[in-house]
């Protein structure tokens, strides 16, 4: 009798720990806009302390919300919907590329690009005032290109895209001060 192929998960004869299940779908959260907002700020996806909490950049030492203080928009002391408010009253609103993705962890080097599904970014950049997008990392700026590089180009040349350093804290090898400077160049 030829051997049969492993399920998915199962740990092979010999092998340790638990079978493994395989990566979920992540989802990310709705976009935090509103008829003011000027500058939207865009992530990949949000990891598992934020989809756990259900506020975008939820991690303790995510540095997102002390930059934002430290440029004068709001202070991470507030309540995350006093945050916001304050957020939108500066003109800045807050959204992921993808819709959906398959990612085991919270890295975005975990994200499977092929699981990948955008927002519906087109339709929120159509009725809105937008000027400028800022992309949080890398991974948020390859994911905007490859999903709507062409359409940006061609629909709405009027806007600047920023591919900013990621705030995540495993975007360790840029300093805050780094991180501070660009971000408040492209805020301010």
Same mark, same amino acid.
């Given at each position: 009798m030829p051997p049969q192929p492993m399920p998915r998960g199962a740990t092979p004869p010999g092998g340790s720990g638990p079978p493994r299940s395989p990566p979920a779908r992540v989802r990310s959260f709705a976009p935090v806009t509103d008829p003011r907002t000027r500058i939207l700020i865009l992530g990949s996806m949000p990891g598992i302390a934020s /989809?756990?909490?259900?506020?975008?950049?939820?991690?303790?030492r995510n540095h997102f919300w002390r930059l934002l203080a430290d440029i004068g928009v709001a202070a991470p002391g507030l309540p995350y919907h006093q945050r916001l408010q304050?957020?939108?009253?500066?003109?800045?609103?807050?959204?992921?590329? /993808?819709?959906?993705?398959?990612?085991?962890?919270?890295?975005?080097a975990a994200i499977d690009a092929r699981?990948?599904?955008?927002n519906d970014l087109l339709p929120l950049l159509r009725a809105s005032p937008v000027t400028?997008?800022?992309?949080?990392?890398g991974t948020a700026y390859a994911s905007l290109r490859r999903h709507f590089g062409r359409s940006l180009a061609n629909d709405f040349p009027h %806007?600047? %895209?920023?591919?900013?350093?990621?705030t995540s804290p495993a975007n360790a090898g840029c300093s805050y001060q780094r991180k501070l400077a660009a971000w408040r160049e492209v805020l301010s």
């Open positions: /989809l756990h909490a259900r506020q975008y950049y939820a991690h303790p304050s957020l939108l009253a500066h003109g800045l609103g807050l959204w992921d590329v /993808l819709h959906s993705c398959v990612r085991t962890g919270s890295l975005d699981s990948a599904l955008p400028r997008v800022c992309c949080n990392g %806007i600047e %895209i920023h591919r900013l350093p990621s």
